[in-house]
């Protein structure tokens, strides 16, 4: 089992800046072949923002390119947010993909991913 605890949502002004965290832990959790963000906002489905995969290779969601920053040292997973916007209101959620079989993926395929975690409000006021 592994399990994944974000931390790091607040409530702040459109401008600010916010550092979201996900430790990855578990018996037997040896690693991922992708670790993402994804996100939900009101009213909207869950949207990958961002993800990372075991070479390091990161990818972003158009609305967020240039803003946000994913990075991952020693099973914390950490997304680095600027500039946020109204828009950037949402439940953000850190996802893993421990099976070498995400990999044949689209990385913005939720159900490609194996372990959740619980979510982690961040609302931005314009």
């Known amino acids: 089992q592994v399990l994944l605890v974000e931390s790091g949502g607040d409530s702040v002004e459109a401008g600010g800046s916010l550092r979201l965290s996900c430790e990855i832990s578990?018996?037997?959790?040896?690693?991922?072949?992708?670790a993402a963000w994804f996100r939900q906002r009101p009213g909207l489905e869950r949207e990958g923002v961002a993800m990372?995969?075991?070479?390091?290779t990161e990818n972003y969601a158009d609305s967020v390119k240039g803003r946000f920053t994913i990075s991952e040292v020693r099973n914390r997973l950490s997304l680095e947010m600027n500039a946020l916007k109204s828009e950037d209101t949402a439940v953000y959620y850190c996802?893993?993909?421990?099976?070498?079989?995400?990999?044949?993926?689209?990385?913005?395929?939720?159900?490609?991913?194996?372990?959740w975690g619980q979510g982690t409000q961040v609302t931005v006021s314009s």
């Open positions: 996802a893993c993909a421990v099976k070498r079989r995400a990999l044949s993926r689209s990385w913005l395929e939720s159900d490609s991913y194996d372990y």
């Open positions: 990372i995969d075991n070479y390091a």
């Open positions: 578990g018996d037997g959790y040896t690693g991922y072949y992708r």
